[in-house]
């Protein structure tokens, strides 16, 4: 079946540094969507990319969808400690209401 | 508005028990999803129903059950409960025009 695969799994950054998470998936995917989920809290929506190659900035937050609508990444530039949290990729398998999720980055970040 | 409501949001059960986990959207979504993560394991979907009077299989749908009881509400049935259904359930809803999904608060479930 589709897998969406997300490295790395755990990432330590000493805050002010950056950080990156990579999401691949198995089979191509609608669009992709980038979820934060805090320290015992719910998954919360921060974007979704629908087109080849898009680029999307949200402050310190890069999004990116690959050429061949199969990867995405989040680059979080100098990062503070609000970052904290799991991060996940979400893909909507083509032609269904089915939402994949990847295996999720928690980040860590030491003051 | 509330959003997503789950309850209970905690549960303890012993092996065998019966349980149904309630879940309301108030914000007039077509489509409801229930998730179970485990650590390490991300989301992993079980059940979902794309508009009202419809439900589909997820990934991992075996000792499920689910009742799309009206537009507003979705619930989840764990008929006989096993050890391995401890997990955190959530609940979440879709607006189909702009695809982003809503999660409840969740339901910590334990099954000793």
């Known amino acids: 079946g589709q897998q969406v695969m997300q490295i790395p799994q755990y990432q330590h950054v000493q805050e002010g540094e950056d950080f990156t998470t990579y999401c691949n998936s198995s089979t191509t995917l609608s669009n992709i969507q980038w979820y934060k989920q805090r320290p015992g809290g719910h998954p919360v929506f921060l974007i979704q990319l629908v087109k080849s190659g898009e680029v999307k900035k949200q402050k310190r937050l890069t999004f990116q969808f690959g050429e061949a609508k199969k990867n995405s990444s989040l680059h979080i530039t100098a990062t503070q400690t609000t970052d904290v949290g799991t991060y996940f990729c979400a893909g909507l398998s083509s032609g269904t209401y089915k939402y994949i999720f990847g295996t999720g980055t928690r980040l860590k970040v030491l003051a | 508005n509330a959003g997503v409501t789950q309850t209970p949001k905690f549960q303890v059960l012993k092996t065998g028990q019966s349980m149904t986990l309630q879940c309301a959207q108030d914000m007039n979504h077509n489509s409801m999803y229930w998730y179970r993560q485990d650590p390490g394991m991300g989301l992993r979907l079980i059940y979902y129903?794309?508009?009202?009077?419809?439900?589909d299989k997820g990934e991992v749908p075996n000792g499920y059950n689910v009742s799309r009881l009206n537009k507003r509400e979705f619930s989840l049935r764990l008929e006989s409960a096993a050890p391995s259904q401890t997990s955190v359930y959530f609940c979440a809803s879709t607006e189909l025009a702009k695809n982003i999904q809503y999660f409840g608060a969740g339901t910590r479930l334990s099954v000793l």
């Open positions: 129903s794309a508009s009202e009077g419809t439900t």
